[in-house]
T-cell receptor
Framework: AQTVTQSQPEMSVQEAETVTLSCTYD???????LFWYKQPPSRQMILVIR??????QNATENRFSVNFQKAAKSFSLKISDSQLGDAAMYFC?????????????FGPGTSLSVIP | NAGVTQTPKFQVLKTGQSMTLQCAQD?????MYWYRQDPGMGLRLIYY???????DKGEVPNGYNVSRLNKREFSLRLESAAPSQTSVYFC?????????FGPGTRLTVT
């Protein structure tokens, strides 16, 4: 069964600095999607970034980028120039493709604090 | 275009009471999901529906039932609420690219 692990329950970063959140996953599939979701105090889940496993190029979205290491089954999120609004829970998620259903597996989350 | 809507936003139940959480999406997605979120445990899948007329158990289905009423609506029912079901509940729908979440329901069972 697929699993997603986030080994850092809590992280903190100074405003304007860079922080990296870790995620590892376990799967025997070769084709899948990986996601980072953000959950601010408002509780709304927001997609931050998506990576397709067949693409070797790391995804980027403005200040957010990933380091996708397929062989190592690692998918870290880098946040550059951290802002106060980045403070939130961050969830790594795995989505198996080419199935009759779309079940997504979430990690336990990392709580990020941004220090002014 | 409202996305995914959930009602109610907050609910307090006594042990043994029943209730139904409602969810609707207007994005024409086939797949819909119910999750619960507890501190330190992330999101755990309760039930999901790959298409209208089908439902499947997720990781933590005990104590819950679901109905996929039509393509838009997917409800979650607690027949006899227990304190262990105190949680935040999220409904979601998805296409191939991402999951779209509702605002969540905070349920407290006393």
């Amino acid at each position: 069964a697929q699993t997603v692990t986030q080994s850092q329950p809590e992280m903190s970063v100074q405003e304007a600095e860079t922080v990296t959140l870790s995620c590892t996953y376990d799967t025997s599939e070769s084709d899948y999607y990986l996601f980072w979701y953000k959950q601010p105090p408002s509780r709304q889940m927001i997609l931050v970034i998506r990576q397709e496993a067949y693409k070797q190029q790391n995804a980027t979205e403005n200040r957010f980028s990933v380091n996708f290491q397929k062989a190592a089954k690692s998918f870290s999120l880098k946040i550059s120039d951290s802002q106060l609004g980045d403070a939130a829970m961050y969830f790594c998620a795995y989505h198996k493709v080419k199935t009759s259903y779309d079940k997504v597996i979430f990690g336990p989350g990392t709580s990020l604090s941004v220090i002014p | 275009n409202a996305g995914v809507t959930q009602t109610p936003k907050f609910q307090v139940l006594k042990t043994g009471q029943s209730m139904t959480l409602q969810c609707a999406q207007d994005m024409n997605h086939n797949s819909m999901y119910w999750y619960r979120q507890d501190p330190g445990m992330g999101l755990r899948l309760i039930y999901y529906s790959a298409s209208e007329g089908t439902t499947d158990k997720g990781e933590v289905p005990n104590g819950y039932n679901v109905s996929r009423l039509n393509k838009r609506e997917f409800s979650l029912r607690l027949e006899s609420a227990a304190p262990s079901q105190t949680s935040v509940y999220f409904c979601a729908s998805s296409d191939w690219s991402e999951q779209y979440f509702g605002p969540g329901t905070r349920l407290t069972v006393t």
